[in-house]
């Protein structure tokens, strides 16, 4: 099989103020599911550690689905952000792994939580978190919402191969959220890029889940139903895109990288994290990470990081973090939010 190569090209910058994050709330299902666990796929602990810096993880119990992780994550950012349900008047839920195909999750996540307010589903896979987060920003921005709850989730357990050796440790379940309000103009992303490139979709496809390809006996048989992965290419793409989008939002933001205070990329592998450190030369300590305790949660893995170093104290008025998300689609943004 012919290696592929994918040409990473420059997307419009733009910036987004005005808007601030109220609260943050994150929750990852209780069930622990180890290296070791896994040692009947033909895979040991240290094989999993070397090549994808994961040593546990965590996946749903049988009766629990997105929702029930987008609820509980948005429960927490309610209460930190001290409102209740009646404030919020938007809801977006980013995720590729939703309860039903319709209706969407967060229309569930409406109607559990008892909000009276719109509600809609951002599918953009791993970038899912960040193309919610604008689009919430966008209603805020524009005075169309005031309080606007933004969630990332995916339960990716359920939709990866349990015998794939190469797929399976590195995924894992859980959801973050955050509720936006109007803030000082300072406040928001002082420059961000989303972009997208559909001529790597079949890099990271989930073949039997759409009208393309309907549900068949066939294609259960043929495991179709599972998410694929060419990750060598992938990798290179990510390892490439990200530097480039960092680099291009912080000229345009006239920032430099010792300014910011934390760079939180999605939680793809940490080998990727560690190679996209390693470009823009940042130090250890910037760079905020869990995956070595929940594995790639997709969508989740972005806010689930912000909110731990939130409710750890580490971010205050006027700290600069840089937020990269990226995967399927090919998908990506990568924004310098001021808070």
């Known amino acids: 099989m012919s290696e592929r190569i994918i040409t990473i090209g ?7 103020t005005g808007v601030r994050i109220l609260g943050t709330g994150s929750y990852v299902p209780s069930k622990v599911v180890t290296n070791a666990d896994l040692e009947h796929l033909g895979c ?10 994961i040593h546990e993880r965590r996946h749903v119990g049988p009766h629990e689905a997105t929702s029930d992780l987008a609820v509980a994550a948005a429960l927490k950012a309610l209460e930190a952000a001290n409102c209740s349900a009646s404030d919020v008047d938007l809801v977006i839920v980013g995720t590729f792994t939703p309860d039903h195909s319709a209706p969407s999750t967060a229309c ?10 719109p509600a809609f589903d951002v599918a953009a896979a791993c970038a899912g978190f960040s193309f919610a987060l604008i689009t919430g920003m966008q209603f805020v921005a524009s005075g169309c919402a005031k309080r606007a709850l933004v969630i990332g989730a995916d339960c990716n357990s359920r939709i990866v191969n349990p015998r794939d050796q190469k797929i399976y440790p590195i995924f894992g379940d859980g959801a973050g959220a955050v509720l936006l309000a109007p803030g000082e103009s300072d406040q928001g992303f002082v420059s961000y890029t989303l ?10 496809i989930t073949p ?13 048989d043929a495991e179709r139903q599972y998410i694929y992965m060419d990750g060598r290419p ?3 793409w990510a390892v490439k895109l990200v530097p480039q989008s960092t680099r291009e939002v912080l000229a345009a933001a006239q920032l430099s990288i010792e300014q910011l205070r934390g760079v939180i990329l999605h939680q793809a592998n940490a080998r990727i994290i560690d190679a996209v ?9 910037k760079v905020w990470r869990n995956i070595e305790r929940y594995g790639n949660t997709s969508a989740g893995s972005i806010p689930l990081v912000l909110d731990e170093h939130v409710r750890a104290g580490h971010v205050r008025r006027g700290d600069l973090l840089l937020i990269s998300g990226f995967g399927a689609g090919l998908a990506w943004g990568t924004g310098i939010w001021r808070w």
């Open 234 to 236: 992938v990798f290179k």
């Open 277 to 285: 450190a390693k470009e823009l030369e940042l130090p250890a300590d």
């Open 195 to 204: 972009g997208s490139d559909g001529s790597g979709g079949d890099l990271l």
């Open 108 to 117: 569930l996540v409406q109607n559990r939580l008892g909000i009276n307010a």
């Open 44 to 53: 040991d602990n240290e094989w999993i550690t070397q090549r994808t810096g």
């Open 208 to 220: 039997m889940s759409g009208s393309r390809e309907p549900l068949s006996r066939e294609g259960f």
């Open 10 to 16: 420059s997307a419009p910058l733009r910036c987004l």
